[in-house]
């Protein structure tokens, strides 16, 4: 009897090894007929084709939003906005510029940067295309598809495009001060932004930036503050017949402060002054005109006097005061 219940343990044994084998065959035909019907390929394509959608809702959304800003705060709702926003997401995007007379321009936030000394800013810019037709591509596993602009309709081709990777273009951008012991200005590669570090010495300098692929270029101002130490007006005494000009000049001490001067009249009846000192005499009398930059301040005290009309030769004429 135990020779025999060792022979049924071989049998079942080898059972158990033939099932497992027959399991293993008939998985590998389940692979291979998956495979073969293109269920996998079907899978890997629905994947791609619900990517493409999310990026085209998402820059739908984006320019609608953009919109809604040129009517409320009247910015533009430009397709390089939403192009932008796509970068920020995280998108990579590819531009082709075609046309043979296709110019790159350069855009700024702003012309004109004001900064506090040793501290940092960074300002951004964009490509701005013109006399030529942009076509923009979205990188989805590893394959570039196109998004396609049509009258503020946005879509992306599920069809794969065979774009030449040498017509793509590649922003880069070259920045240059006139001043780099007041400004040093550097640009992050594939980023559209510069950032200004400004030195220990105030001023106003050029920084101009060049988009390489074009030579266009930019120029613009950047301001680094530097208080003013002292100011001193000239000349503080004055006589001005009324109905005439005469012209106050401040000097500024460091010569390079960037606080702006402010004039003012104790009594714009009898005198007034523009904003370059001159001052003008509107009636007979006297007024204080005070001239102020940041923490300091000087005056100077102006008589207005009657007008002098001479009538006659020189040698017999009379003056007369009105």
Known sequence: MKKKSKKNKGITLIALVI???????????????????????????????SELKEIEEFARISYMERQLDEITEGKASTIAGVISDLKEKGYDIKEIVTGENSIIGISLRDDEIMMEKETTETITYEIVYAEGTVRYFVEVQEKDYEILFNNGEITVKTEESNIDKTEIVKTEITVESKDPNVVKATVKENEEKIILESGATGGIVEVTITEKNSNVTKTFNVIVKEPATGLTVTPTEANVMKGNTIKLTVTLEPSNATDKVIW?????????VSEDGTVTGIAIGTATITARCGNFSQECNVVVEKKKVMLGDLDGGRIIYV
Do not use: H, V
């Not at 099932?19 to 389940?30: H, N, R, V």
């Not at 692979?31 to 791609?48: C, H, N, P, R, V």
């Open 264 to 272: 003012s009249s104790s009594d714009e009846s009898i005198a007034t």
């Open 19 to 49: 099932t497992i084998i027959i399991l293993l065959i008939l998985a590998g035909l389940s692979i291979s007929a998956l495979t073969g019907s293109g269920l996998f390929q079907k899978a890997q394509e629905a994947t791609k084709i």
